[in-house]
């Protein structure tokens, strides 16, 4: 039996958490419940989840009026909407929500019933589409095998070839690259820089990181979509996931960024500063990742959306998928079309940006 519930408050955590068997800090019930207390997500948000439960399997997704905090975009099939004087939402999206990240979206054994469920909660309502964005691997052909079109993107992944130390890594790198690595890590001397995980987070820092944030999202011009209270629910509830480090300049905090973390990847999430001192960006949120992954033997580095800038630093470009179906079946043949041209510009952009690695011709491929 399939049971539909609005609030992640309404599931025993337990019962979620044991279903979250990859530990993916993203689809744990303490995320979950950091998003809905600070009303980051529901009503006011344009995020309206819903989770499907069995005994074997849990699922979730949002009802969206709207495609902001999504990643994968699709303003321009929204666009086509209006131009044909049709409401492109509300749809259905399935992700981790405001995080550019790879997460599973059944946990526990996966139940062929969950989905058929969550297909007839899409085509019970006026839902437009249903998308599940970021999709791991071991999940593309179940949504190909219920007739979901795939589309590819790319992001940038580091990948940890059991390196012993930061040292290994540059003896893989072009002589020019790995000199350009060593000037970016001299850092000035009065920068101390310090790494937090586990019980050794507090509130203060999540109210400074939640400060990092917002300087970030003023000096982009984007929109602020998570609350303080999120910051402090995160570092009250999921200490075991994060990685927080801070820049301070004679004893003043001035930078941080903030990292989640499984046994098997990190996450790099947000960054913020409120004085510009050089090179701090690439520190904070590239190399203390990698450094952290070598001394954890994490084995992938997922670093955000974006940014070909991370390719000089070892971060190769990496297939990102995800899976959309179209009610309308005149956009569903439109949009199709859109995926297959799409797909074939993004493998011909992966192909180039390969050849900008900064690593030995016998390390690129």
Request: aromatic share 16%; hydrophobic share 35%; with cysteine.
């Amino acid at each position: 039996m399939i049971k539909q519930f609005d609030s992640i408050k309404d599931i025993d955590q337990k019962l979620w958490d044991s279903l979250n068997t990859s530990n993916n800090p993203f689809t744990s019930y303490s995320f979950f419940l950091a998003l809905e207390v600070s009303e980051s997500i529901g009503n006011k948000s344009g995020w309206l989840p819903k989770y499907f439960l069995s005994d074997k399997c849990a699922s979730y997704i949002f009802i969206k009026s709207h495609s902001y905090g999504e990643y994968i975009f699709d303003w321009s099939w929204a666009q086509a909407y209006e131009t044909h004087g049709i409401n492109y939402y509300p749809k259905l999206t399935s992700m981790a929500p405001f995080s550019p990240v790879s997460v599973p979206h059944f946990l526990g054994q996966f139940d062929q019933d969950i989905l058929d469920a969550t297909h007839s909660f899409y085509e019970k309502y006026n839902f437009t589409s249903i998308h599940y964005l970021f999709l791991e691997d071991n999940e593309l052909k179940r949504f190909k095998d219920n007739n979901y079109p795939i589309r590819e993107s790319f992001q940038y992944y580091f990948k940890n070839n059991n390196y012993s130390s930061f040292d290994d890594l540059l003896k893989e790198l072009k002589s020019k690259k790995k000199k350009q690595i060593l000037k970016e890590r001299s850092i000035s001397k009065d920068v101390k820089i310090s790494l937090f995980t586990n019980e050794e987070l507090n509130i203060d820092q999540a109210k400074r990181m939640f400060s990092f944030y917002q300087n970030t999202i003023a000096h982009k011009g984007s929109i602020q979509y998570l609350t303080e209270d999120f910051f402090i629910q995160l570092f009250k509830h999921l200490k075991s996931s994060i990685l927080y480090i801070e820049a301070s300049l004679n004893d003043t905090p001035v930078a941080g960024s903030l990292f989640l973390y499984s046994e098997n990847k990190l996450f790099g999430r947000y960054w913020g500063c409120n004085t510009q001192i050089k090179n701090l960006h690439f520190e904070l949120c590239y190399y203390r990742g990698i450094d952290f992954c070598i001394s954890n033997k994490i084995n992938n580095f997922e670093a955000g959306a974006q940014g070909e800038h991370k390719i000089k630093r070892g971060f190769r470009p990496t297939k990102v998928y995800s899976a959309h179906k179209i009610k309308d079946p005149n956009f569903h043949v439109a949009i199709q079309r859109y995926i297959d041209q799409e797909t074939q510009m993004n493998r011909n952009n992966i192909d180039f940006l390969k050849s900008l690695l900064p690593f030995k011709s016998d390390q690129e491929s």
